[in-house]
């Protein structure tokens, strides 16, 4: 049987720095580069993935949009959010005010796409001697928002790829119950 194929959008939300573009370059491209270079509105990159779910054979098209990091164009974010079947709020575990954001970003995404799947992911986990921000916190966050969290590192790749299937499932999870 022929996989079915399917193209969805992702939004990748978090404040400037903390590392979307680095995630979502390791994941498509498997490079890092450390090198900041701020995203300016929006860039959207496309990856092809080829997944079984519940018997099903997928072709998902994830085309992922990486979102300006500067909380005030809320406006204009609201607009890049249309049409999300998932979304992945980042935090940069080694600067605070970076998690202490993530509930500001959620509530402008959850105002557009209100049952959509979210996963909080604490980034530049390698960087473990300047942690600010601790499992516990991001337990708390997450469970406090019916979601689930994962530390990855783009330098290392660490849940970097568990990110993206975990997103990629649950979407076609979720696509499958509401058929």
Known sequence: MEPKKIMKKVCLLGDGAVGK??????????????????TFGTKVTKK?????????????ILMMWDILGQRVHD???SSYYQGAAGAFVVCDV?????????????????????DTPIIFLGNKS????????SDADLQKLSDGNCARYLLTSAKTGANVEEAFLSMS????????RSQ
Do not use: C
């Open 169 to 176: 499932n649950a979407i076609l999870e979720g696509m499958r």
């Open 126 to 133: 390698d960087l473990a001697d300047r942690r600010a921000v």
């Open 48 to 60: 092809e993935l080829r997944l079984d779910v519940g018997g099903q054979d997928y072709e998902l």
């Open 21 to 38: 573009t680095s995630l979502i370059r390791k994941f498509v491209f498997d490079s890092f580069d450390d090198k900041y270079i701020m």
């Open 75 to 77: 406006n204009l974010h």
């Open 94 to 114: 080694t600067r605070r005010e970076t998690f202490e954001g993530a509930n500001e970003w959620l509530r402008v995404f959850r105002s557009v796409s209100p």
